[in-house]
């Protein structure tokens, strides 16, 4: 008897769990379609993570913010993506505006992922924020500006990890052809070698790059905010720019390992400021006088904006240099620029973006002292790249220098990335986990421009 009572409950308990376990099926499929909430959307690059549609997302996104032209500027965007002619979008914007925006999106949680792009000041508690409520973040960077951000930074992967949430900084440069080719030739060892240490004058890897405050965006004048300007709200260039080269550096030179704060080393920073006209801040803002708030940076009725830095470290023992230069505008026919050299032990991987490429990324393979690489740089071209960039080729340009040439339907531009970028992120949002190495390295690129800040402005540079 004993026996058949257990049985009986034992088959009850198997029901009840069958049951549950059919509910929550259900409610997976009706819940399937990822919905997004933009928090805040400050900086136009909000509106660039939805250029495009998704099939795994939901058609509406909604919107928490605080009334002002940052929102309305990003809503004009959606809706010029909504009604273009070629491929448009059909997003449907269900909109919050009021100061307790941030309250409203983690009281009514209308979607499970946080896009935030704007002020990056604020940006780190938004994301703590976020996290602690259950939510997953998709944010532009930097996620930190300041050594106190960085330990909330800290925080909030701890508590992402504890609710099994995601935190991902959109990282839109691992998608630019060149730079990926870059990387790809940089683990083939007939070709490049391996990366050699490097010294501080002549580092292992390097990127630099070259930016514009004022740019067109989707065809139109960029307006940006006058608080873009603002050190404090914005971060200096040395945290903010220079996180995507760093994440290059990491992403290239030490593809799938994890990257610890013990293995940065910190050699030389140093930050310096770009200096606006009011003619030119009227230009890029509108605004036909400087805020308040900006007064401190104002010298002879300039703006000194400390946009510009430079950082050389080690890193696993390898020689490293990032700089960012912001320049009001780029001459006509231009735009901004990139520059990157990886040295390899029998060849050296560049990249330039001047003139004689018609201001266009290109990768050129240099043999490094008497290395012969023709016949390797051929066999790669043919096998490794073709998988990957099918009809790339390469050309000799003289004895010791190849142009490698990549056909048009991958070089998609920065506007595109962000599609890229979201697709990456969706696939480890399905899988519920990021690459192993993914979260170390998010912690030791913002401890790397952290660290690189605190020396820059300890020198009183």
């Not at 896009?115 to 924020?129: R, T």
């Not at 006088?289 to 009725?301: A, C, E, F, G, T």
């Not at 946009?307 to 240099?321: L, P, Q, W």
């Amino acid at each position: 008897m004993k026996y058949k009572i257990l049985l009986l409950l034992s088959f009850l308990c198997l029901s009840c769990g069958e049951k549950k376990q059919r509910k929550k099926m259900v409610n997976q499929k009706i819940d399937s379609k990822v919905k997004l909430m933009t928090l805040d959307p400050g900086h136009f690059h909000a509106a660039l993570v939805h250029k495009t549609m998704y099939p795994q997302v939901d058609s509406t996104i909604y919107v928490f913010a605080p009334e002002g032209p940052e929102v309305t500027d990003f809503l004009n965007k959606i809706e010029q993506y909504n009604t273009r002619s070629d491929s448009p979008t059909a997003w449907n914007i269900k909109s919050y505006f009021g100061e307790d925006f941030a309250e409203k999106m983690i009281a009514d949680k209308p979607g499970t992922v946080m896009v935030v792009a704007g002020k990056n000041s604020k940006k780190i508690e938004y994301v703590l924020a976020a996290v602690k409520a259950g939510l997953n973040v998709y944010a532009d960077k930097p996620l930190v500006i300041n050594p106190r951000g960085f330990e909330k930074l800290k925080e909030a992967f701890r508590v992402a990890d504890e609710k099994g949430v995601l935190i991902y900084d959109i990282m839109t440069e691992r998608f630019e052809s060149t730079t990926a080719l870059q990387k790809l030739f940089s683990t083939l060892p007939d070709v490049f070698g391996e990366l050699v240490e490097g010294s501080a004058d002549e580092p292992a890897i390097v990127k630099e790059s070259v930016h514009h405050f004022f740019k067109y965006v989707s065809g139109n004048p960029l307006v940006r905010p006058p608080w873009f300007f603002d050190i404090n709200e914005e971060g200096e260039g040395i945290v903010d720019v220079t996180t995507h080269l760093v994440d290059l550096i990491q992403w290239e030179a030490f593809p799938g390992q994890i990257i610890d704060s013990l293995d940065i080393e910190m050699v030389k920073a140093k930050r310096w400021p770009t200096v606006l006209s009011k003619k030119e801040f009227q230009k890029v803002t509108g605004l036909d006088s400087y805020p308040d708030y900006l007064q401190k940076d104002i010298k002879n009725d300039k703006l000194n904006v400390y946009s510009n830095g430079e950082i050389i470290y080690k890193i696993k023992d390898k020689y490293a240099k990032v700089s960012v230069i912001w320049n009001y505008q780029a001459p006509e026919g231009t735009t901004d620029t990139h520059y990157s050299i990886m040295r390899g032990t029998k060849s050296n991987l560049i990249i330039k973006q001047g003139q004689e490429e018609d201001y266009k990324p290109v990768l050129y393979i240099e043999s490094a002292g008497n290395a012969d690489i023709e016949a390797a740089l051929q066999a790669a071209v043919e096998n490794e790249v073709a998988q990957k960039f099918p009809g790339t080729t390469v050309e000799k340009v003289s004895d010791t220098r190849f142009k490698i040439y990549i056909p048009e339907a991958f070089k998609v531009g920065h506007e595109a990335h962000f599609g890229q970028v979201t697709e990456n992120f969706l696939k480890y949002l399905e899988a519920g986990k990021l690459p192993e190495w993914e979260v170390p390295n998010m912690i030791a690129k913002y401890y790397t421009t952290i660290e690189a800040y605190k020396m820059a402005k300890k020198n009183g540079s």
